[in-house]
């Protein structure tokens, strides 16, 4: 059994991550939640934490954004879109349950303190921004390392917030360029 609720959008996706994982999972029912649900979040972020798993698409990303905002202290887990995509759909309740599994096991949480292991200058030296295939190496180093894909800016926000170290970034990295 989790320990942390797990937030997600819907009650499709309540069902999917039932059905890959033993935890307690609440919907947020879309962008159109309450104060009361706010307030009902921090009381149980502060007794047994939350984890944040939204669909991989702009409103899922907002949805997380607003939920963060208001509830400090949260889990962040990502699906990558590739695995959350079915008939054109992306959401959670798309994704396996393998899937689902790895992204609550990779679930991180947002570093209080602001920090700057990682610079501009650093993803455009190591291909990451600025270069023709970029958003790809993004992506898959977002599966990896489990926050998701963005773009430049927002991928530097995720390594320095999530608290990825320069080790960890350069093993995922290692990993990708096998491949390439």
Do not use: W
Request: some cysteine; glycine content about 8%; charged content about 35%.
């Amino acid at each position: 059994m989790i320990k942390e609720i797990i937030v997600v959008e819907g009650k499709d996706d309540i069902a999917a991550v039932k059905n890959a994982v033993e935890a307690e999972v609440i919907a947020t029912g879309g962008f159109g939640y309450s104060l009361s649900f706010i307030e009902n979040l921090k009381k149980i972020a502060e007794k047994r934490g939350i984890i944040i798993l939204t669909d991989p698409d702009h409103a899922g990303e907002k949805i997380r954004k607003d939920l963060s905002k208001h509830v400090k202290n949260c889990k962040h887990a990502f699906l990558p879109q590739g695995k959350a995509l079915k008939k054109g759909n992306i959401g959670v309740e798309n994704a396996t349950k393998e899937d689902i599994i790895e992204a609550i096991n990779k679930a991180r949480p947002v570093i209080s303190e602001k920090r700057q292991e990682f610079s501009k200058e650093d993803l455009i030296e190591l291909g990451l921004a600025g270069s023709q295939n970029s958003k790809a190496r993004r992506e898959k180093l977002g599966d990896i390392l489990g926050i998701g894909y963005c773009n430049a800016k927002q991928f530097l926000n995720r390594l320095n917030n999530f608290g990825i170290t320069r080790e960890e970034l350069l093993r995922a990295l290692e990993m990708i360029e096998e491949y390439e």
